[in-house]
């Protein structure tokens, strides 16, 4: 398996434009989460998703960002219009889900991350 | 308030030598911590977790301890290596139904020759 694959790795823009990160998460896990992380603040969740459904988006900062998974194989985080407070790393994560006793002990695999710089 | 922080926020170490970064929280109730190393550029990659009964695990240099009723961690590398240097994030998960995720903002290690 490729492991999680992000896309672009690196995004250079304008303040006021949009900006779309695309994650592709390994095949058969079922959970897919969106981070971001800054030299201040450290990795900070903004969404996961479980089985392509938002479960718990309270991390994202505001109504500038969104994220959706069309589908158990792609997710994209969208930032409209993005500022450059936004610039950071963001990265995508997924895993499985083993259920019973072991619920909530599985691991994460995180992607490249997306490098954001927003001028 | 759950928390976790970790110390020291930067670390420079001779290559060949040992080295202990400390961990620390308040998240209860505790289900597990895990450490987790990241290269510049790459995403955390995890390196070991720890449940409430686990006082030690190792992974090849990498030995985490867990004192549950002091809530501290430690994660001891041994015989460094230029290839150890990298971030080294600990994050805690809360037993509860949610299972929230808390992250410390990392120790950043350098191994020098």
């Known amino acids: 398996d490729a492991g999680v694959i992000q896309s672009p790795r690196h995004e250079v823009t304008e303040m006021g434009q949009e900006v779309t990160l695309r994650c592709k998460p390994i095949?058969?896990?079922?959970?897919l989460f969106w981070y971001r992380q800054t030299m201040m603040r450290g990795l900070e969740l903004l969404i996961y998703?479980?089985?392509?459904?938002?479960?718990?988006d309270s991390g994202m900062p505001e109504d500038r960002f969104s994220a959706k998974m069309p589908n158990a194989s792609f997710s994209t985080l969208k930032i409209q219009p993005s500022e450059p407070r936004d610039s950071a790393v963001y990265f995508c994560?997924?895993?499985?889900?083993?259920?019973?006793?072991?619920?909530?002990?599985?691991?994460?695999?995180f992607g490249p991350g997306t490098r954001l710089t927003v001028l | 308030k759950n928390q976790v922080e970790q110390s020291p926020q930067s670390l420079i170490i001779l290559e060949g030598k040992n080295c202990t970064l400390q961990c620390n929280y308040t998240v209860s109730p505790f289900s597990n911590l895990r450490w987790y190393k990241q290269d510049t550029g790459r995403g955390p990659v995890s390196l070991t977790i720890?449940?409430?009964?686990?006082n030690t695990k190792s992974n090849g240099r990498y030995t985490a301890t867990l004192d549950a009723d002091t809530k501290q961690s430690s994660l001891h590398i041994t015989a460094s290596q230029l290839s150890d240097s990298a971030s080294y994030i600990c994050?805690?998960?809360?037993?509860?139904?949610?299972?929230?995720?808390?992250f410390g903002t990392g120790t950043r290690l350098t191994v020098i020759p």
């Open positions: 095949s058969g896990h079922d959970y």
């Open positions: 994050v805690v998960r809360e037993r509860t139904g949610a299972n929230n995720l808390f």
């Open positions: 998703f479980n089985n392509n459904v938002p479960i718990d």
């Open positions: 994560a997924s895993s499985s889900q083993t259920g019973g006793r072991l619920a909530g002990y599985n691991e994460q695999f």
């Open positions: 720890m449940t409430f009964s686990e």
